[in-house]
C-alpha cells in the first residue's frame, strides 16, 4: 500500500512532458472532441440549418388530370367518345402565400437554428466546465493522498525511532503501540479520501472517456476573479443568451399568426381537349382565402402567442436575478476562501510545523509525552489537508466562475483554460 501510494504521489507531481499524462488542457480539448451531448448537438444544428432553406419558398405546384362533362346515366354512360362533350383535363396550379406569412416562416426557421446553435453553446459550455471540475476535484483529491502518503512513511520511521528508545530503556513499552494505532487511523483516513478521487475519477470519465484512467500532470490554471468584469459579462451567460433566439422564435410566430389575417390565392390553368367534332378549351381559375372570422379564429392565437412573449421576458428578468444572485454568491464564497487560503500558508501552516517540532523536542528531552506528538503530527496533517482542500474549492468555484462567462473555443485548447502566463 506504501509503494501505491508512492507512486501516486509521484504521479500527482509529475512534468507535463509525460507522454501518457493527463493535463488540464488535455482533458477540455479531449471533452469537446468526444462529447456525446456535442456530437448531438452538431447535428441538430445542422438539421435546423437544412429547414431554413425552403421555409420561404412558395410552395410547389400541382398537376391536375381529369376529365369533365362525362355522361352517367343513359345508354351512353361513362364513354368519352369524340361524339360526346367529354372533355380530358390537365393543367397547374400553383398557390401563392402572402410574402408576410413566407417572411416570418423564414424568421422562424432561422430563429431555430440559433436556438440550436445557443443551445450548442450552452452544452460545450457544460462539457467544458464540467470537465474543468471533475478534474480539479481529481487531482485535490490526489495531493490529499500525497501528502497521507508522506504521512505514513514517516510514522513508520517514527515507529523504528520508538522502538530505538525503547531498547535504550528510554521510553514505557505502551509507546510502542502508538505508532500502530497511528498506522489504523491513516488507513482510515486514505480509505477516505480514496473514496473521493474514485468518485471524482468517474466524474472525469464522463466527459474523456478512457482517458480518465491516465495519471494527471501539470498544475491547475490561474485565473483572475474581477468581479467588475463578471458582472459586466452576466448578460454573456449561455443561460441567458439562449433567450435571444428563443424571443426571435416567438416574434416569428406572432408575425405569421398576423399575416395569417391576409388572404392567399392560387391560380389553376388548364388545358380541356375534346372530341374530334369539337373545338379544345382554356381554362383559367383564381381562388381567395376569406379570413372572416378573425375574431374566433386568427385573433386568438396572436393573443396566445404574444401571452407566450410575455412570459418569456417574464422568465428572463428571473433568470437575469438568480444568476446575479449566483455571482454575488460565488464571488463572495471565493474571496473568503482566498483569504483562508492565504491564513494556512501565513500563518496556519507554519504554526502547525512548529507545534510538531516543539512536541519531538519536549519529547526527546524526556519533558513531553508520546501522546503530544501524536497529536501535534495530527493537527499537522489534518492542517495540511484542510489547506489543499480549500485550494480545490477556491480552483472550483473559479473555474466554474471562468467558464460560465469565459469564451470557449472548440479548437485551441489556450482558449479553453484562459489561463495566466
Request: net charge negative; proline share 4%; charged share 25%.
Given at each position: 500500500?506504501?509503494?501505491?501510494?508512492?507512486?501516486?504521489?509521484?504521479?500527482?507531481?509529475?512534468?507535463?512532458?509525460?507522454?501518457?499524462?493527463?493535463?488540464?488542457?488535455?482533458?477540455?480539448a479531449t471533452a469537446v472532441r468526444e462529447a456525446p451531448i456535442l456530437r448531438a448537438t452538431t447535428a441538430r444544428i445542422a438539421a435546423a440549418h437544412h429547414a431554413t432553406l425552403p421555409a420561404g419558398e412558395l410552395p410547389d405546384p400541382k398537376l391536375i388530370l381529369g376529365l369533365?362533362?362525362?355522361?352517367?346515366?343513359?345508354?351512353?354512360?361513362?364513354?368519352?367518345?369524340?361524339?360526346?362533350?367529354?372533355?380530358?383535363?390537365?393543367?397547374?396550379?400553383?398557390?401563392?402565400?402572402?410574402?408576410?406569412?413566407?417572411?416570418?416562416?423564414?424568421?422562424?426557421?432561422?430563429?431555430?437554428?440559433?436556438?440550436?446553435?445557443?443551445?450548442?453553446?450552452?452544452?460545450?459550455?457544460?462539457?467544458?466546465?464540467?470537465?474543468?471540475?471533475?478534474?480539479?476535484?481529481?487531482?485535490?483529491?490526489?495531493?490529499?493522498?500525497?501528502?497521507?502518503?508522506?504521512?505514513?512513511?514517516?510514522?513508520?520511521?517514527?515507529?523504528?525511532?520508538?522502538?530505538?528508545?525503547?531498547?535504550?530503556?528510554?521510553?514505557?513499552?505502551?509507546?510502542?503501540?502508538?505508532?500502530?494505532?497511528?498506522?489504523?487511523?491513516?488507513?482510515?483516513?486514505?480509505?477516505?479520501?480514496?473514496?473521493?478521487?474514485?468518485?471524482?475519477?468517474?466524474?472525469?470519465?464522463?466527459?474523456?472517456?478512457?482517458?480518465?484512467?491516465?495519471?494527471?500532470?501539470?498544475?491547475?490554471?490561474?485565473?483572475?476573479?474581477?468581479?467588475?468584469?463578471?458582472?459586466?459579462?452576466?448578460?454573456?451567460?449561455?443561460?441567458?443568451?439562449?433567450?435571444?433566439?428563443?424571443?426571435?422564435?416567438?416574434?416569428?410566430?406572432?408575425?405569421?399568426?398576423?399575416?395569417?389575417?391576409?388572404?392567399?390565392?392560387?391560380?389553376?390553368?388548364?388545358?380541356?381537349?375534346?372530341?374530334?367534332?369539337?373545338?379544345?378549351?382554356?381554362?383559367?381559375?383564381?381562388?381567395?382565402?376569406?379570413?372572416?372570422?378573425?375574431?374566433?379564429?386568427?385573433?386568438?392565437?396572436?393573443?396566445?402567442?404574444?401571452?407566450?412573449?410575455?412570459?418569456?421576458?417574464?422568465?428572463?428578468?428571473?433568470?437575469?436575478?438568480?444568476?446575479?444572485?449566483?455571482?454575488?454568491?460565488?464571488?463572495?464564497?471565493?474571496?473568503?476562501?482566498?483569504?483562508?487560503?492565504?491564513?494556512?500558508?501565513?500563518?496556519?501552516?507554519?504554526?502547525?510545523?512548529?507545534?510538531?517540532?516543539?512536541?519531538?523536542?519536549?519529547?526527546?528531552?524526556?519533558?513531553?509525552?508520546?501522546?503530544?506528538?501524536?497529536?501535534?503530527?495530527?493537527?499537522?496533517?489534518?492542517?495540511?489537508?484542510?489547506?489543499?482542500?480549500?485550494?480545490?474549492?477556491?480552483?472550483?468555484?473559479?473555474?466554474?466562475?471562468?467558464?460560465?462567462?469565459?469564451?470557449?473555443?472548440?479548437?485551441?485548447?489556450?482558449s479553453l483554460t484562459g489561463a495566466q502566463p
Amino acid at each position: 500500500a506504501i509503494l501505491k501510494l508512492l507512486i501516486l504521489s509521484a504521479l500527482a507531481s509529475a512534468p507535463t512532458t509525460l507522454a501518457a499524462a493527463l493535463t488540464f488542457d488535455d482533458a477540455l480539448a479531449t471533452a469537446v472532441r468526444e462529447a456525446p451531448i456535442l456530437r448531438a448537438t452538431t447535428a441538430r444544428i445542422a438539421a435546423a440549418h437544412h429547414a431554413t432553406l425552403p421555409a420561404g419558398e412558395l410552395p410547389d405546384p400541382k398537376l391536375i388530370l381529369g376529365l369533365d362533362n362525362v355522361p352517367v346515366e343513359g345508354s351512353d354512360r361513362f364513354s368519352t367518345g369524340s361524339d360526346f362533350m367529354t372533355m380530358q383535363r390537365i393543367g397547374l396550379m400553383q398557390e401563392f402565400t402572402s410574402t408576410a406569412k413566407r417572411q416570418a416562416r423564414n424568421d422562424m426557421a432561422s430563429a431555430q437554428e440559433a436556438l440550436m446553435r445557443a443551445e450548442e453553446r450552452e452544452s460545450r459550455q457544460t462539457v467544458v466546465r464540467e470537465t474543468a471540475l471533475a478534474w480539479i476535484a481529481r487531482y485535490t483529491w490526489e495531493q490529499q493522498l500525497a501528502q497521507v502518503a508522506v504521512w505514513e512513511s514517516d510514522n513508520l520511521l517514527f515507529d523504528r525511532v520508538v522502538r530505538a528508545r525503547l531498547a535504550a530503556a528510554a521510553g514505557p513499552v505502551s509507546d510502542t503501540l502508538i505508532p500502530q494505532e497511528e498506522a489504523a487511523a491513516i488507513a482510515t483516513l486514505r480509505d477516505q479520501i480514496w473514496a473521493g478521487r474514485e468518485q471524482s475519477l468517474a466524474q472525469l470519465r464522463r466527459w474523456v472517456g478512457d482517458a480518465a484512467e491516465r495519471p494527471l500532470a501539470g498544475e491547475v490554471p490561474h485565473w483572475t476573479i474581477d468581479a467588475t468584469d463578471l458582472n459586466h459579462k452576466l448578460h454573456e451567460h449561455p443561460e441567458l443568451l439562449s433567450f435571444n433566439p428563443r424571443e426571435r422564435l416567438l416574434d416569428a410566430g406572432i408575425a405569421e399568426s398576423r399575416a395569417a389575417t391576409r388572404p392567399d390565392w392560387d391560380v389553376t390553368v388548364a388545358w380541356l381537349e375534346r372530341g374530334s367534332g369539337f373545338s379544345d378549351m382554356a381554362m383559367l381559375e383564381v381562388r381567395v382565402d376569406l379570413p372572416l372570422f378573425t375574431g374566433s379564429r386568427q385573433t386568438p392565437m396572436i393573443a396566445s402567442k404574444l401571452a407566450d412573449r410575455a412570459a418569456l421576458d417574464a422568465e428572463r428578468d428571473a433568470s437575469l436575478r438568480e444568476h446575479a444572485a449566483m455571482l454575488e454568491v460565488e464571488l463572495s464564497e471565493y474571496h473568503r476562501l482566498l483569504r483562508l487560503e492565504q491564513r494556512y500558508t501565513n500563518t496556519l501552516l507554519p504554526l502547525a510545523d512548529k507545534k510538531v517540532d516543539l512536541a519531538m523536542a519536549s519529547w526527546r528531552s524526556a519533558q513531553g509525552s508520546l501522546t503530544e506528538v501524536i497529536a501535534a503530527r495530527r493537527d499537522r496533517i489534518a492542517t495540511r489537508l484542510q489547506a489543499i482542500e480549500t485550494t480545490g474549492q477556491r480552483q472550483l468555484i473559479a473555474a466554474g466562475l471562468h467558464f460560465a462567462y469565459g469564451n470557449i473555443d472548440e479548437t485551441d485548447s489556450a482558449s479553453l483554460t484562459g489561463a495566466q502566463p
